[in-house]
């Protein structure tokens, strides 16, 4: 069966450290070979054999572990968020009632059954709202692997313990219960809890919208001319639907009949509608805006475009930056120490320190040491990097940047040097005839017919542009044989059995070609900045054909930005040594290298990478994909409906150069939030943790109660979240 990809989502995860035990535990598993769990989404993704288990034995594993699994659901759309508030509620409205009886009138206060009340409502509350985090906590340690539910349920347990001890007398006349503590402990948290689920659903907000796009309904024609409306859901391979004015979509495909304006915006960030005809291609999820079409469909579900999009992106969200690893490190010891801190609280004030107590050293100390176990928040740091590469994919969703890696827009964010290719990425692309040189009995339309044939199956622009010149001259040519493409050269093939190599003067060159007779033409078409393409038939040279690429709009503006953001930039192309300075002239790249090969552009970053810089390959995606593989950061440029299908890293959607600045400036912005959120979780935790045991109460009578501790633990992870939303005010470069 080979391998396998399966996405899931679980349900469970209190903590970084829940994902962290799940992910350890499968990759141990059997058949295995790629585990990540991504607490800040509840999802995860796991690579397996088909031939040692199934995703059932995947579930049932994570089961075992304590958790539950379920193939994913679209973007994470669970009910968790419902659920937490049902328990915050009750634990909001236990805190209340304790409160009250607490601070109500005098005379309430002392009535001999009040304690009673008291541990009634915190066995209430520990036995509702609670349950969660000694569930959670009893997972952890059976698995041998501690989260920061294990530090609330020791909290809680705690109080509640003594209080229990202490109401009963246990503790001799000196004993005083409080219950409050594992009651408005448990809601603090509990209020933390709801608010991080509710930003964090808001970092995945851009995902949400782009899946609203989808249609829900489509017109179904009928064999016998007639519509039925029926869920896109069911949608197959050439069906043909019926798309009236103003309706979305429903499916890729081609158009059959009609004429209409389409709005394709959603997919290549052009405001302005494009009109589409019989022939023309259409992606779901966009808009017809005038006339009607009727549409064969060629991708249904999670083949269409949108739907690469959105897995593209939730792939990103999944993978794990290189910054997170240091965090996920800490996280995985850092509740242990907080134990052994929390212990060691305890034994200072209770054996060495016990004057401070106020006569009451045991409950001092252990009070102490309960807020230490609190107030500790491996959350933070977990969630830290997640959280802001979250939004960060979403903020470049919206302005049609894809992150295909997480890692990638840390790396775009550290790139000192930038490599271009020119043709379709500075240029662009779609090239205009502007030379025919027949040579020997070879007339021009003989010349643009043995060109078409050879060009006729490549995707090369300059093959594209001799074929549609050919077509629209009328040209008809016979279908070649043998056809075998160079990459970045040229086409060999057989035409009417005589061999035909039409490509650069390199090809033909290797094939034994001779070029004397229109080297002096050529030079003059390469001065001009002109791109040349040979052909050649039974070995010799029929001709010779020029052609121009236009520049791209803003590629003369990014050179100024890039350099203010100290990037060296360098292009490389295949083109001759003319050519390539005229280009480089007219941008203002001052290196540059022409005539290069896909291998040598690959073999080039590969020795800048050598040099210790951190290299990012910008290009169309088609002939430079050994260069986008080999890159540190490798960007696809006006990808369009094929942006699933491209090589890079980071996909630019549309074609506009400005977007690799503002992909570079959104990765450094993602990096700092990033800094940011780790900064403000280990500062939290290195002030928080010397109040919360008692350090400053000798000299400033200083001290934090138990609850306060777990409410200041449960708005750090909110702060963190909160703060990688912030992304989305960042500028944005015009």
Same mark, same amino acid.
């Given at each position: 069966?080979?391998?396998?990809?399966?996405?899931?989502?679980?349900?469970?995860?209190?903590?970084?450290?829940?994902?962290?035990?799940?992910?350890?535990?499968?990759?141990?598993?059997?058949?295995?070979?790629?585990?990540?769990?991504?607490?800040?989404?509840?999802?995860?993704?796991?690579?397996?054999?088909?031939?040692?288990?199934?995703?059932?034995?995947?579930?049932?594993?994570?089961?075992?572990?304590?958790?539950?699994?379920?193939?994913?659901?679209?973007?994470?759309?669970?009910?968790?968020?419902?659920?937490?508030?049902?328990?915050?509620?009750?634990?909001?409205?236990?805190?209340?009632?304790?409160?009250?009886?607490?601070?109500?009138?005098?005379?309430?206060?002392?009535?001999?059954?009040?304690?009673?009340?008291?541990?009634?409502?915190?066995?209430?509350?520990?036995?509702?709202?609670?349950?969660?985090?000694?569930?959670?906590?009893?997972?952890?340690?059976?698995?041998?692997?501690?989260?920061?539910?294990?530090?609330?349920?020791?909290?809680?347990?705690?109080?509640?313990?003594?209080?229990?001890?202490?109401?009963?007398?246990?503790?001799?006349?000196?004993?005083?219960?409080?219950?409050?503590?594992?009651?408005?402990?448990?809601?603090?948290?509990?209020?933390?809890?709801?608010?991080?689920?509710?930003?964090?659903?808001?970092?995945?907000?851009?995902?949400?919208?782009?899946?609203?796009?989808?249609?829900?309904?489509?017109?179904?024609?009928?064999?016998?001319?007639?519509?039925?409306?029926?869920?896109?859901?069911?949608?197959?391979?050439?069906?043909?639907?019926?798309?009236?004015?103003?309706?979305?979509?429903?499916?890729?495909?081609?158009?059959?009949?009609?004429?209409?304006?389409?709005?394709?915006?959603?997919?290549?960030?052009?405001?302005?509608?494009?009109?589409?005809?019989?022939?023309?291609? /259409?992606?779901?999820?966009?808009?017809?805006?005038?006339?009607?079409?009727?549409?064969?469909?060629?991708?249904?579900?999670?083949?269409?475009?949108?739907?690469?999009?959105?897995?593209?992106?939730?792939?990103?969200?999944?993978?794990?930056?290189?910054?997170?690893?240091?965090?996920?490190?800490?996280?995985?010891?850092?509740?242990?120490?907080? /134990?052994?801190?929390?212990?060691?609280?305890?034994?200072?004030?209770?054996?060495?320190?016990?004057?401070?107590?106020?006569?009451?050293?045991?409950?001092?100390?252990?009070?102490?040491?309960?807020?230490?176990?609190?107030?500790?928040?491996?959350?933070?740091?977990?969630?830290?990097?997640?959280?802001?590469?979250?939004?960060?994919?979403?903020?470049?969703?919206?302005?049609?940047?894809?992150?295909?890696?997480?890692?990638?827009?840390?790396?775009?964010?550290?790139?000192?040097?930038?490599?271009?290719?020119?043709?379709?990425?500075?240029?662009?692309?779609?090239?205009?005839?502007?030379?025919?040189?027949?040579?020997?009995?070879?007339?021009?339309?003989?010349?643009?017919?043995?060109?078409?044939?050879?060009?006729?199956?490549?995707?090369?622009?300059?093959?594209?542009?001799?074929?549609?010149?050919?077509?629209?001259?009328?040209?008809?040519?016979?279908?070649?044989?043998?056809?075998?493409?160079?990459?970045?050269?040229?086409?060999?093939?057989?035409?009417?059995?005589?061999?035909?190599?039409?490509?650069?003067?390199?090809?033909?060159?290797?094939?034994?070609?001779?070029?004397?007779?229109?080297?002096?033409?050529?030079?003059?078409?390469?001065?001009?900045?002109?791109?040349?393409?040979?052909?050649?038939?039974?070995?010799?040279?029929?001709?010779?054909?020029?052609?121009?690429?236009?520049?791209?709009?803003?590629?003369?503006?990014?050179?100024?930005?890039?350099?203010?953001?100290?990037?060296?930039?360098?292009?490389?192309?295949?083109?001759?040594?003319?050519?390539?300075?005229?280009?480089?002239?007219?941008?203002?790249?001052?290196?540059?290298?022409?005539?290069?090969?896909?291998?040598?552009?690959?073999?080039?970053?590969?020795?800048?990478?050598?040099?210790?810089?951190?290299?990012?390959? /910008?290009?169309?995606?088609?002939?430079?994909?050994?260069?986008?593989?080999?890159?540190?950061?490798?960007?696809?440029?006006?990808?369009?409906?094929?942006?699933?299908?491209?090589?890079?890293?980071?996909?630019?959607?549309?074609?506009?150069?400005?977007?690799?600045?503002?992909?570079?400036?959104?990765?450094?912005?993602?990096?700092?939030?990033?800094?940011?959120?780790?900064?403000?979780?280990?500062?939290?935790?290195?002030?928080?943790?010397?109040?919360?045991?008692?350090?400053?109460?000798?000299?400033?009578?200083?001290?934090?109660?138990?609850?306060?501790?777990?409410?200041?633990?449960?708005?750090?992870?909110?702060? /963190?979240?909160?703060?990688?939303?912030?992304?989305?005010?960042?500028?944005?470069?015009?």
């Amino acid at each position: 069966m080979a391998e396998q990809t399966i996405k899931f989502d679980i349900a469970g995860m209190h903590c970084v450290n829940c994902a962290m035990n799940i992910e350890r535990r499968l990759k141990d598993f059997k058949g295995i070979k790629f585990v990540r769990v991504n607490f800040s989404n509840s999802t995860g993704m796991a690579t397996y054999d088909g031939d040692v288990l199934g995703k059932t034995d995947i579930f049932s594993y994570i089961k075992d572990v304590g958790y539950s699994a379920q193939e994913r659901i679209p973007l994470g759309q669970t009910t968790k968020t419902s659920f937490q508030l049902g328990w915050l509620i009750v634990s909001i409205v236990a805190s209340l009632v304790m409160m009250f009886l607490m601070y109500g009138p005098i005379v309430v206060s002392f009535h001999p059954y009040m304690p009673y009340m008291f541990m009634i409502i915190a066995t209430v509350t520990i036995l509702g709202p609670g349950m969660d985090f000694f569930v959670s906590a009893y997972k952890s340690v059976k698995n041998l692997f501690a989260n920061m539910d294990v530090l609330v349920s020791l909290g809680v347990l705690s109080s509640y313990a003594y209080s229990i001890f202490a109401l009963f007398g246990s503790f001799g006349l000196q004993g005083h219960a409080f219950f409050e503590t594992a009651v408005m402990l448990i809601t603090f948290i509990r209020i933390g809890k709801f608010l991080e689920e509710r930003v964090k659903g808001r970092a995945s907000l851009a995902l949400q919208k782009l899946a609203k796009l989808q249609a829900d309904r489509a017109r179904l024609l009928l064999p016998d001319g007639s519509e039925t409306e029926v869920s896109a859901s069911i949608l197959q391979v050439d069906d043909k639907v019926v798309v009236r004015a103003g309706e979305i979509v429903p499916v890729d495909g081609e158009v059959i009949g009609g004429v209409s304006s389409v709005d394709e915006s959603m997919v290549t960030g052009e405001s302005m509608p494009v009109v589409k005809q019989k022939g023309d291609r /259409v992606t779901g999820a966009t808009i017809n805006k005038t006339g009607v079409l009727v549409v064969k469909a060629t991708m249904v579900g999670e083949e269409t475009v949108l739907s690469h999009i959105i897995t593209m992106v939730e792939d990103a969200q999944m993978d794990r930056a290189p910054i997170q690893r240091f965090a996920d490190k800490v996280s995985n010891i850092f509740v242990p120490i907080v /134990v052994g801190l929390s212990m060691a609280t305890f034994a200072c004030w209770y054996l060495l320190f016990p004057d401070y107590s106020g006569g009451q050293p045991f409950l001092w100390a252990l009070k102490t040491a309960i807020a230490v176990m609190v107030i500790a928040c491996p959350c933070a740091m977990g969630l830290a990097t997640p959280t802001a590469i979250m939004v960060g994919c979403g903020v470049g969703l919206e302005h049609a940047i894809l992150i295909k890696r997480a890692s990638a827009l840390e790396e775009i964010a550290r790139l000192d040097t930038l490599v271009f290719d020119k043709t379709g990425t500075i240029t662009e692309g779609r090239f205009v005839i502007t030379d025919i040189v027949p040579l020997h009995s070879t007339n021009k339309s003989e010349l643009l017919t043995f060109a078409a044939a050879g060009c006729s199956f490549s995707n090369h622009p300059l093959a594209q542009s001799v074929v549609d010149e050919a077509k629209t001259r009328n040209i008809v040519w016979d279908q070649v044989r043998e056809f075998q493409e160079e990459p970045g050269s040229g086409v060999t093939c057989w035409y009417k059995e005589k061999e035909l190599i039409v490509g650069s003067e390199g090809l033909l060159k290797v094939h034994g070609v001779t070029m004397d007779e229109v080297r002096e033409k050529a030079e003059s078409f390469e001065l001009q900045g002109k791109s040349l393409v040979y052909a050649a038939y039974d070995k010799t040279l029929v001709g010779l054909i020029g052609l121009m690429d236009k520049i791209k709009q803003n590629a003369q503006k990014i050179l100024p930005r890039l350099t203010s953001l100290d990037i060296r930039t360098i292009m490389l192309t295949g083109d001759s040594e003319q050519v390539a300075r005229a280009v480089a002239s007219e941008v203002g790249i001052k290196e540059y290298r022409a005539k290069v090969t896909p291998a040598e552009k690959r073999e080039i970053i590969k020795n800048l990478q050598k040099e210790g810089l951190k290299v990012g390959m /910008v290009g169309d995606g088609i002939n430079d994909a050994p260069a986008l593989a080999q890159a540190n950061v490798g960007i696809a440029i006006g990808a369009g409906t094929d942006v699933a299908k491209e090589t890079g890293d980071i996909v630019l959607v549309k074609n506009d150069m400005m977007d690799v600045v503002r992909a570079i400036h959104l990765g450094r912005q993602t990096l700092t939030k990033i800094k940011q959120n780790l900064f403000w979780a280990f500062f939290y935790n290195i002030i928080g943790l010397p109040i919360a045991a008692g350090v400053l109460y000798p000299f400033f009578g200083i001290s934090l109660k138990p609850e306060y501790a777990g409410l200041a633990m449960a708005f750090s992870s909110v702060s /963190v979240v909160t703060n990688s939303l912030l992304l989305k005010r960042i500028s944005w470069y015009s």
